[in-house]
């Protein structure tokens, strides 16, 4: 008999955040690859969903089992508790978004296991829209009545998350990577030509109106570094390049230097990694540092803020700054980089501390995980 674990890939199907999308259909590729003897993987998605296409998002799948609702209807029946005409069995979800109801674990075999990535709904609230604060809030809610594992990427998180929501021993931390075989590309120089982007550069990401993202800190950080090189900015939100040019004019760094872009496709970001000489990490929100992720991966030397989700992800893979207050924290993120990058040899140790920790994130690994965490319950 066949067990069959199956996998809520609505953010594949209908992708609303880029690293969700990205988070959920690696995991499943790699849930797929590493499917124990007698096991298999079916996608859950919602009505109306290319199933073609989710097959060639996602290679080898069993099975994939539309709901009886679109996407944007399927989170509000979610939400409530309403029927969604997903059904049971071994349900895992890279995000929050699951039936989450009453169900047998026992007689019937029915597993319900949700994730979460960041507390940005209960640290900077201000910074979601009333829709998703509504449905993160409501799911933890849900999660803890229901749920029989909450998966976190960092156990900085479980202990916040801990501190929201009563879930025990149900809390259960499995990391998330880079995509399976990130690395800088052939073609690197062509894709940054298309992107217009120079060679060399400070990289960050985030946005100016989330102000948790620490971008008014970083970019302050590399005006005070003295460091005479272009800043690049990723993940930035459609239309946000004139207040991020405002950031950086507050900060003393000349427009001329700035460069932002938004989410990058996997390929399009290596490259951008490729030519990345520092990565600079201000935020201290508690949540899973996908960006410092990709720069370990690729060696890239990271400097960053201290937080407890730095301190664990990043371990000695990079260096952090212990500063609490936004002007001090600025100008020591700039001291960092500027002696991170006055020498050739400071330069090429923290890359080389980099790929090491970055040998320690896999979706491989990760998958291995979750198929232990099913196979527990």
């Known amino acids: 008999m066949t067990a069959t674990l199956r996998v809520m890939l609505d953010q594949v199907a209908v992708?609303?955040?880029?690293?969700?999308?990205?988070?959920?259909?690696?995991?499943?590729?790699?849930?797929?690859?590493?499917?124990?003897?007698?096991?298999?993987?079916?996608?859950?998605?919602?009505?109306?969903?290319d199933a073609t296409a989710l097959r060639a998002a996602v290679p080898g799948l069993a099975g994939v089992h539309a709901a009886a609702l679109p996407r944007r209807e399927l989170a509000m029946a979610v939400q409530l508790g309403a029927p969604t005409g997903i059904g049971g069995g071994m349900i895992h979800s890279p995000t929050l978004l699951a039936p989450l109801v009453r169900h047998d674990r026992v007689h019937n075999h029915d597993q319900t296991v949700v994730t979460v990535w960041d507390s940005r709904a209960w640290d900077a609230p201000g910074e979601l829209s009333r829709g998703a604060l509504s449905f993160q809030r409501a799911m933890i809610k849900r999660a803890a009545k229901h749920a029989d594992a909450v998966v976190v990427p960092t156990h900085a998180l479980a202990r916040r998350i801990a501190g929201v929501v009563n879930l025990g021993e149900r809390i259960r931390v499995i990391p998330g990577a880079s995509p399976?075989?990130?690395?800088?590309?052939?073609?690197?120089?062509?894709?940054?030509?298309?992107?217009?982007?120079?060679?060399?550069?400070?990289?960050?990401?985030?946005?100016?109106?989330?102000?948790?993202?620490?971008?008014?800190?970083?970019?302050?950080?590399?005006?005070?570094?003295?460091?005479?090189?272009?800043?690049?900015?990723?993940?930035?939100?459609?239309?946000?390049?004139?207040?991020?040019?405002?950031?950086?004019?507050?900060?003393?760094?000349?427009?001329?230097?700035?460069?932002?872009?938004?989410?990058?496709?996997?390929?399009?970001?290596?490259a951008v990694f490729g030519a990345a000489l520092a990565f600079l990490a201000p935020s201290r929100r508690e949540a899973f540092p996908w960006r410092v992720v990709d720069a370990l991966t690729l060696g890239v030397p990271v400097l960053a803020?201290?937080?407890?989700?730095?301190?664990?992800?990043?371990?000695?893979?990079?260096?952090?700054?212990?500063?609490?207050?936004?002007?001090?924290?600025?100008?020591?993120?700039?001291?960092a980089l500027a002696e991170a990058l006055g020498s050739v040899s400071a330069a090429e140790r923290l890359g080389v501390l980099a790929a090491d920790r970055g040998r320690a994130f896999s979706w491989a690994g990760s998958s291995d995980r979750v198929w232990q965490l099913h196979a527990d319950l």
């Open 15 to 49: 992708p609303t955040d880029h690293d969700l999308a990205e988070a959920s259909r690696e995991l499943a590729r790699a849930l797929v690859a590493g499917a124990p003897s007698g096991t298999d993987v079916e996608a859950v998605v919602p009505a109306q969903t």
């Open 180 to 270: 399976l075989g990130f690395a800088v590309p052939n073609d690197e120089v062509g894709r940054r030509r298309a992107l217009d982007l120079p060679e060399g550069f400070v990289l960050l990401a985030g946005s100016a109106s989330r102000a948790s993202d620490g971008l008014a800190v970083g970019l302050g950080a590399v005006a005070r570094s003295g460091v005479d090189l272009p800043v690049v900015v990723i993940d930035a939100p459609e239309g946000e390049e004139p207040a991020i040019a405002d950031l950086a004019e507050a900060a003393g760094l000349p427009e001329r230097r700035l460069h932002v872009r938004g989410a990058l496709e996997t390929w399009d970001r290596a």
């Open 305 to 335: 803020a201290a937080s407890d989700s730095h301190a664990e992800v990043i371990s000695d893979g990079g260096q952090l700054v212990d500063e609490s207050e936004d002007a001090v924290l600025g100008e020591a993120l700039g001291a």
